[in-house]
């Protein structure tokens, strides 16, 4: 697959139409005009537009037309993701695994984000590349401090860019979060084709800094 910056990564998000949303969108005839799908993990006093994961289409007859709305500002539950999603860069990172967001809106984080790599003293700052099983070339990376390996005694963090300048023509696979349910496996030149003279201007405004997070959900701040 070629990749672009509208590619998406992850498969369709949103639940699939059983005969339960069916008769929901019937007994909403006339009076809504979308079927909305909301997460059940989603505490009461998060705002909507981040606890609405999309809509389904009604037509006048209370059917459905087959057309839906992803909602980009979702922000899982742990109930939906399995984890917390407080991290900046996981939720973002979570969001493009699921289908939620095309590569663009991963891309552009990526770029910013401090990544965490293998360090093999106090003070190694090196770009450490390894070999996978099939002998490809990896750079284990890790983006939060909770999903780090108990082996990795030291680590040092890099802005995402640093990766890509150093790596964005080679052969080397970002081997992101290996092991955990947020793994992604992918060409750093892949990633680094899709940044544009924009993402490099986003630069000035510095790293995403690891373990930078949302603080709690309140009604008028929806972590975006």
């Known amino acids: 697959m070629t990749l672009d910056r509208d590619s998406l990564l992850g498969p369709f998000p949103l639940p699939e139409v059983d005969e339960a949303m069916r008769e929901r969108a019937r007994r909403l005839a006339g009076s809504e005009r979308w079927l909305t799908i909301e997460d059940p993990g989603a505490p009461p006093e998060q705002p909507e537009k981040t606890r609405l994961q999309g809509v ?39 969001l493009a695994l699921n289908g939620y967001h095309v590569a663009r ?11 965490a790599l293998y360090a093999e003293h106090s003070g190694d700052t090196r770009l ?31 802005p995402g860019w640093t990766i890509m300048d150093q790596f964005g023509d080679g052969p080397v696979f970002l081997d992101l979060n290996p092991g955990t349910p947020l793994a992604l496996k992918i060409l750093i030149r892949d990633l680094a084709g899709l940044l544009t003279d924009r993402n490099k201007e986003g630069r000035k405004m510095g790293p995403i800094e690891f373990d930078s997070d949302y603080g709690p959900i309140l009604p008028g701040r929806e972590g975006e």
């Open 56 to 94: 389904y289409e009604i037509d006048d007859a209370g059917e459905l037309t087959g057309n839906f709305k992803i909602n980009y500002f979702y922000r899982p539950s742990a109930q939906v993701a399995g984890m917390p999603m407080d991290i900046i860069v996981e939720h973002k990172l979570w």
């Open 105 to 115: 809106f991963l891309v552009d984080t990526l770029d910013r984000a401090e990544l």
């Open 128 to 158: 450490l590349v390894t070999r996978d099983n099939y002998g490809q070339p990896i750079l284990p990376a890790f983006t939060s401090s909770r999903l780090l390996p108990t082996s990795w005694t030291h680590h040092h963090v890099v």
